[in-house]
């Protein structure tokens, strides 16, 4: 009887945790979700490759300053308790997308528009690198002894499933509008219905109890009194907060972003694959691969965390080129036979506020169902003299992809691989952090390792990766769009060598009173 009410209490304590983490993961990956439509709002539009990388390092600085968020609020979850800190941390992040869904445009406001911008994503930045620490150390601490790596895994399917969501917020979202008003106003309906959510998730928070150890340990008076001091100044924690960082962590965070993020961005620029096709094929490969994250974090409870998120990284560094390899064939247009093609027409003229556009269309099809859609915008200014870009151009070429039958189920699986490798890594990892560190400092101690893998080192894997790419197909490299995949093969195949050589199944550090 005892064990069924215990089981009724964590499943409470998992709903409200996971519903809150969802919600914040949402609010962070929506940016990125939406990156290209935001480039070319908060951006100046006249060099669109210059445009989106600045939004890509927007992207990124929110993952660089997640470390700060992790030892600010970890430092005040280990002095007040793990309850009070993340739903400051709720707060503060579903303020700050709203927030970013009402900024003007840079036509507006100019440069005060990218300022905000970075601002709001440094603020959500700070208040995810607190968010996940909070959550997995209140649910491990409510967890059975031996089933920490079970129930965990729960925590960490919301920040895939807070991905799809915001790619099912955003496909709704341009179904029920034109894709002009999506362009000009819609993008801002997923920022502002974060709000709504964000409230939800409040009032099911604030009604949660503090966790049974963080309680223990207060009344017994062992809570810390300088949790910074006591994580990292103390050589023996240290060793462990490193091996974590550099042994896990650092792995799982770039096979996180290469898969969910670097995969996306992938079929969208450099695939030039339809953006509403590649939301929903990346979201069709979400849904089938989540419940692998519950599978490996039990997996973990029987054979320990070790080798489970290890063969994930292997598995990423020996397989990462043939998939991507495949993934671009499937829009290569070279080795397709084109069956029709349609004149170029200028299909409309749109006015802008220093003279107006020319839009033309020519579009092919391909005899396995594939088709391309070439739209070329001329830029006027009001005498009908053309208005140069940063290049000397006035004309922008955008090619559009669209995929059916064969292709768009292989594509699903080669996305689908790439997830199950995340939650081979990710599944475990929660329960990992916490079984290493004492109560005391728990949420201070796995958080700043946490947050440098996978905000240093995956958040900027989609700037470094976009960056390397961009080079090396200006050198003309005829397998340019391969070379973004060397920095998480490297990070993933160093991570790999220290886990494997230094991380003991039976890891755990010991409370230094």
């Given at each position: 009887?005892?064990?069924?009410?215990?089981?009724?209490?964590?499943?409470?304590?998992?709903?409200?945790?996971?519903?809150?983490?969802?919600?914040?993961?949402?609010?962070?990956?929506?940016?990125?979700?939406?990156?290209?439509?935001?480039?070319?709002?908060?951006?100046p539009s006249d060099n669109p490759t210059a445009a989106f990388l600045s939004t890509l390092a927007t992207?990124?600085?929110?993952?660089?300053?997640?470390?700060?968020?992790?030892?600010?609020?970890?430092?005040?979850?280990?002095l007040i308790g793990r309850k009070y800190t993340f739903m400051v941390t709720l707060l503060l992040m579903?303020?700050?997308?709203?927030?970013?869904?009402?900024?003007?445009?840079?036509e507006s406001i100019g440069y005060f528009a990218p300022a905000i911008v970075l601002i709001l994503r440094?603020?959500?930045?700070?208040?995810?690198?607190?968010?996940?620490?909070?959550?997995?150390?209140?649910?491990?601490?409510?967890?059975?002894?031996?089933?920490?790596?079970?129930?965990?895994?729960?925590?960490?399917?919301?920040?895939?499933?807070?991905?799809?969501?915001?790619?099912?917020?955003?496909?709704?979202?341009?179904?029920?509008?034109?894709?002009?008003?999506?362009?000009?106003?819609?993008?801002?309906?997923?920022?502002?219905?974060?709000?709504?959510?964000?409230?939800?998730?409040?009032?099911?928070?604030?009604?949660?109890?503090?966790?049974?150890?963080?309680?223990?340990?207060?009344?017994?008076?062992?809570?810390?009194?300088?949790?910074?001091?006591?994580?990292?100044?103390?050589?023996?924690?240290?060793?462990?907060?490193?091996?974590?960082?550099?042994?896990?962590?650092?792995?799982?965070?770039?096979?996180?972003?290469?898969?969910?993020?670097?995969?996306?961005?992938?079929?969208?620029?450099?695939?030039?694959?339809?953006?509403?096709?590649?939301?929903?094929?990346?979201?069709?490969?979400?849904?089938?691969?989540?419940?692998?994250?519950?599978?490996?974090?039990?997996?973990?409870?029987?054979?320990?965390?070790?080798?489970?998120?290890?063969?994930?990284?292997?598995?990423?560094?020996?397989?990462?080129?043939?998939?991507?390899?495949?993934?671009?064939?499937?829009?290569?247009?070279?080795?397709?036979?084109?069956?029709?093609?349609?004149?170029?027409?200028?299909?409309?003229?749109?006015?802008?506020?220093?003279?107006?556009?020319?839009?033309?269309?020519?579009?092919?099809?391909?005899?396995?169902?594939?088709?391309?859609?070439?739209?070329?915008?001329?830029?006027?200014?009001?005498?009908?003299?053309?208005?140069?870009?940063?290049?000397?151009?006035?004309?922008?070429?955008?090619?559009?992809?669209?995929?059916?039958?064969?292709?768009?189920?292989?594509?699903?699986?080669?996305?689908?691989?790439?997830?199950?490798?995340?939650?081979?890594?990710?599944?475990?990892?929660?329960?990992?952090?916490?079984?290493?560190?004492?109560?005391?400092?728990?949420?201070?101690?796995?958080?700043?390792?946490?947050?440098?893998?996978?905000?240093?080192?995956?958040?900027?894997?989609?700037?470094?990766?976009?960056?390397?790419?961009?080079?090396?197909?200006?050198?003309?490299?005829?397998?340019?769009?391969?070379?973004?995949?060397?920095?998480?093969?490297?990070?993933?195949?160093?991570?790999?060598?220290?886990?494997?050589?230094?991380?003991?199944?039976?890891?755990?550090?010991?409370?230094?009173?």
């Amino acid at each position: 009887m005892q064990e069924q009410v215990s089981k009724k209490g964590i499943w409470k304590v998992i709903g409200a945790s996971s519903l809150g983490t969802l919600i914040e993961w949402y609010d962070f990956f929506i940016f990125g979700s939406l990156s290209i439509v935001i480039s070319t709002k908060f951006f100046p539009s006249d060099n669109p490759t210059a445009a989106f990388l600045s939004t890509l390092a927007t992207f990124a600085a929110g993952f660089v300053v997640r470390p700060f968020g992790a030892l600010f609020f970890g430092r005040l979850g280990d002095l007040i308790g793990r309850k009070y800190t993340f739903m400051v941390t709720l707060l503060l992040m579903g303020g700050a997308t709203f927030l970013i869904g009402c900024i003007p445009s840079y036509e507006s406001i100019g440069y005060f528009a990218p300022a905000i911008v970075l601002i709001l994503r440094l603020l959500q930045g700070l208040a995810l690198g607190g968010e996940y620490g909070g959550a997995a150390t209140y649910v491990a601490e409510h967890a059975p002894q031996g089933e920490r790596g079970y129930w965990t895994s729960w925590i960490q399917t919301t920040a895939t499933f807070g991905l799809f969501i915001s790619l099912v917020v955003i496909l709704v979202t341009r179904f029920f509008l034109s894709e002009a008003q999506f362009d000009l106003w819609g993008w801002r309906v997923p920022f502002l219905l974060s709000i709504l959510m964000v409230y939800v998730s409040y009032l099911i928070r604030k009604n949660m109890d503090e966790s049974p150890e963080f309680t223990k340990a207060k009344k017994e008076g062992k809570t810390s009194k300088n949790p910074l001091q006591e994580s990292f100044g103390n050589k023996y924690n240290l060793k462990f907060v490193l091996l974590a960082l550099f042994g896990a962590a650092m792995g799982q965070g770039v096979v996180w972003y290469t898969g969910q993020f670097y995969s996306m961005s992938f079929m969208k620029t450099v695939m030039n694959l339809d953006s509403d096709q590649a939301d929903m094929i990346l979201g069709i490969a979400l849904l089938f691969a989540t419940p692998f994250f519950v599978v490996f974090g039990k997996l973990s409870d029987r054979v320990g965390r070790k080798w489970v998120m290890l063969t994930g990284m292997l598995l990423a560094v020996l397989t990462y080129r043939p998939i991507y390899e495949a993934m671009y064939q499937v829009t290569n247009l070279s080795n397709k036979q084109e069956v029709s093609s349609s004149a170029a027409d200028v299909s409309q003229r749109v006015e802008t506020a220093e003279g107006y556009d020319e839009v033309s269309h020519i579009e092919k099809t391909y005899s396995d169902g594939t088709s391309l859609k070439t739209t070329t915008t001329a830029h006027y200014l009001i005498d009908g003299s053309p208005k140069n870009n940063s290049e000397g151009k006035n004309t922008l070429v955008k090619n559009t992809v669209h995929i059916s039958g064969g292709n768009y189920v292989y594509l699903i699986f080669l996305i689908f691989i790439q997830v199950i490798y995340i939650t081979l890594v990710y599944g475990p990892i929660a329960a990992f952090l916490v079984e290493i560190f004492p109560v005391k400092i728990r949420y201070t101690s796995m958080s700043l390792p946490y947050h440098i893998g996978n905000g240093i080192f995956g958040g900027l894997l989609p700037a470094v990766s976009t960056y390397l790419a961009s080079n090396a197909k200006m050198a003309q490299d005829p397998s340019f769009y391969l070379e973004g995949l060397w920095y998480p093969i490297i990070i993933s195949a160093v991570c790999f060598i220290i886990g494997a050589l230094y991380i003991n199944k039976n890891m755990v550090a010991k409370d230094l009173n």
